[in-house]
């Protein structure tokens, strides 16, 4: 898998979410896929898996909200090439339409090292174990 030159993935499992936090923040879906393995799965809402192209779609729905995402890394733990990762995040600002946003949660992840030394989400689970759906309709 390529990634652009302008975006650096990640070479330490714990810098992972700040280089999705620099992905997020470019509010280009393409740009943030670049931090995802090519058959990781994405939770956009508890309950809801998502993969390949509903994985783009569903990513691109938090973007179209033009918010920044900011990341508080709290939890790595790395066994061999797998990293379970527990993240606080914010997404917060004014929506295109003028409308507040105020998103917040912990994102219970797990991100993999690839056979060229840099990390991916696997499984991106960012509202953790929330019962409740928080994330844009």
């Given amino acids: 898998m390529t990634h652009s030159p302008s975006l650096p993935l990640a070479t330490e499992a714990a810098d992972h979410p700040y280089v999705f936090e620099r992905a997020f923040n470019t509010f280009d879906p393409e740009v943030l896929d670049r931090v995802y393995e090519p058959d990781a799965g994405f939770v956009p809402r508890p309950g809801l898996l998502t ?40 997404i917060a600002g004014t929506a295109p339409d003028g409308s507040p946003v105020h998103l917040t949660g912990t994102a219970t992840d797990v991100a993999r090292r690839g056979r060229d030394g840099h990390w991916r989400y696997a499984i991106d689970n960012p509202f953790g174990v929330a019962e409740e759906t928080a994330a844009p309709a």
Avoid: K, M, Q
Wanted: charged share 20%; hydrophobic share 50%; aromatic share 8%.
């Fill in 51 to 90: 993969t390949g192209t509903e994985r783009l779609h569903a990513n691109g729905e938090f973007l179209a909200l033009r918010c920044p995402i900011r990341v508080a890394p709290r939890h790595t733990y790395v066994v061999g090439d797998l990293a379970l990762l527990i993240v606080d995040f914010v």
